[in-house]
DNA sequence: CTTTAATATATCGTGTGCGATATAAAAATA
DNA sequence: TATTTTTATATCGCACACGATATATTAAAG
């Protein structure tokens, strides 16, 4: 009846199926590790700057404390990281690597590398992958903009 | 140290976002009636064709039963849909609307309008939501490709 | 210095997603 | 027809997301 209402009209939907298609193609890769996607973002956030306060973390990956808490929480009891209160302000929590979450980035550093080359393979062109960042940025930078106005 | 490690290069981390930003711009909106997301996914299918079995609603959104199914649980419970096993063929579960599952229509069929008219005021341009479509299709396309090849 | 407000993180409850497995019915095969 | 295989759906367990609330600590105000 409403065109709007049908469900190839919209971008949401596709935006939703997209995400979920593409982590759901990582998880082969994590499977040894025994880690999942999330947990990876944090990793990659790691990788590059140790010992980040869960501010920090929720900040880059524009999620919350109730999401990332229970997440770090799992990560440390696998030991990939650990968890310690600052001493400067004891309200915040460092997150450092371990040994073995260090080790993790030299096993994974090729599994993007793999999973964008099978997706160029199966006909997807590369200009297509790189038109679609600015747009995704322009998208989520309006959005989040909304979402703080209304704060 | 690895930039295709570095989260800012990542198609992947930029859908994980945008879907999860744009679904949660759906959320004050849904409120009021009750409804999630994918509950609304799964009332555009049955407002588009009513009576459709589970296999068709898995078929249309990508997902499983072991995620529709409790949906669809939620739902009737909500009195929204009801589900009853075809005579025909009694594995089949044949859902359909509810008169309130009906009466929703009109009341939601304003909301995906009201969320692009405020995501284009905001500064994204027409233009670039309708770039993202066929981008988009062609990266489910290709993903779901790979998947089914798996099987 | 005490009270109040702001900040940083954690906890709790509910609803997905999804891998793995179970169940039941229909179809195919022996 | 009895057995096996396939199909359709459901169940279970775990890890997110996220709204709401709680806790603890620091900063600001009085």
């Not at 082969?28 to 947990?39: A, L, N, S, V």
Request: hydrophobic residues 40%; positive net charge.
């Amino acid at each position: 009846m409403y065109p709007q209402l049908k469900l190839d009209n919209q971008l949401c939907f596709r935006l939703y199926t997209a995400a979920r298609l593409i982590t759901a193609s990582y998880t082969p890769f994590f499977k040894k590790f025994g880690i999942t996607y999330p947990q990876y973002l944090v990793l990659m956030l790691l990788w590059e700057k140790d010992n980040q306060v869960v501010g920090d973390i929720t900040e880059r990956l524009l999620l919350e404390t109730n999401t990332v808490t229970p997440i770090l929480q799992r990560m440390e009891k696998q030991g990939l990281i650990i968890r310690q209160k600052s001493k400067a302000d004891s309200r915040k929590c460092i997150v450092s690597l371990t040994n073995e979450g260090k080790r993790l980035e030299e096993q994974i550093k090729e599994v993007p590398n793999c999973l964008a080359h099978s997706i160029l393979e199966e006909g997807m062109e590369i200009d297509d992958l790189k038109a679609m960042v600015p747009l995704l940025d322009k998208l989520i930078g309006t959005i989040g903009k909304q979402t703080k106005q209304k704060e």
